[in-house]
């Protein structure tokens, strides 16, 4: 039997998009800690009481929260938070028609924050230097067998101590190969310390996590863009980010060193002008052959 939930209502100063806010947080297609659907938004977390779960709908305005299991009233604390109730774009200024477009329209971009780095940390180095089906389908079997059950039909990612105890056949059977998964291991072993980067926040918060052997620049950016919100974490690194950039805001490819330069006027607020751009839809060009997606299960 589920215990009673432990319910909040949010009122924001502006209306809140959730499947918008909550989209980077989304690893692909049936994710298993997070739905957003009809019924609001589903999210399984760990948090520092425990493994927990969140039900998000908007009503009339205003957000209603439920939450379940041992982190339920640290879960529904986080709602501001997590809906970019914190986020400020203060001294953010559009350089770009895009950006001053995408920047108009409602509801506006807010950058959510979770407040843990852990469940983030360990997405992005599963995504890390593999195709968003090889990630995608990785992180289902690790959060669905190791993560804990929760209301709403879903999993939380699998919490440190969890992600230690898998051996060696069950991590090649979730198709992690051996790099990520020392980085996985590595990062596991010092969860706890890692936390305190979402104190730090900015560059001191991204070099905490690059600390971690495996955690490079790219990591850590994808997590402190979800973990604290970070508004100028770049993902240098990415496959597809400097050509969208590039095609966006001067017509061509661009490589990390060029997307660099073509931010550079967003200082501060990098990462910010990256979201307006990809989510004015606009993409780089089809062509050539794509990555093939591998399946280390079968190697």
């Known amino acids: 039997m589920t ?61 209603e929260a439920r939450a379940w299991g041992a982190g339920a009233d640290w879960l529904a604390a986080s709602v501001p938070g997590l809906l970019g109730g914190a986020d400020d774009d203060t001294g953010f200024v559009a350089h ?9 329209r409602p509801p506006g971009l807010r950058l959510g924050a979770t407040g843990r780095v852990w469940d983030v940390l360990l997405a992005a180095i599963v995504e890390q230097k593999v195709t968003g089906t090889e990630a995608h389908r990785t992180w289902r079997a690790l959060a669905t067998r190791f993560g804990t059950p929760a209301p709403g039909g879903l999993h939380t990612p699998p919490a440190p101590a969890a992600v230690l105890a898998i051996q ?22 010092v969860a706890g310390r890692l936390e305190r980067a979402v104190e730090l926040k900015g560059v001191e918060g991204r070099t905490l996590l690059r600390r971690v052997p495996g955690v490079g620049v790219w990591t ?18 990415d496959f597809h980010i400097p050509h969208i950039v590039g095609h966006a805001l ?9 997307m660099l330069e073509v931010l550079a006027p967003y200082a501060g607020h990098r990462q910010r002008a990256v979201r307006h751009i990809v989510a004015a839809g606009l993409g780089k060009p089809r062509f050539g052959p794509r990555l093939a997606p591998r399946d280390f299960r079968a190697i």
């Open 3 to 63: 215990p009673p939930a432990v319910t909040r209502t949010w009122t924001p100063t502006c209306p809140v998009d959730l499947r918008a806010v909550l989209s980077p947080l989304r690893r692909g297609p049936g994710d298993p800690c997070l739905r957003v659907d009809a019924t609001g938004a589903w999210l399984a977390a760990n948090t520092p009481a425990g493994p927990g779960s969140l039900h998000l709908v908007v009503r009339s305005g205003a957000v």
């Open 96 to 104: 770009h028609p895009v950006v001053a477009e995408v920047r108009r």
């Open 168 to 189: 060696d056949w069950e991590w090649h059977k979730a198709g992690l190969d051996g790099a990520r998964r020392r980085a996985v291991v590595a990062a596991a072993q």
């Open 220 to 237: 850590a950016a994808e997590t402190a863009q979800r973990a604290w919100g970070d508004a100028d974490a770049v993902s240098v690194g």
């Open 250 to 258: 001067v017509g061509r490819r661009l490589d990390d060193r060029g």
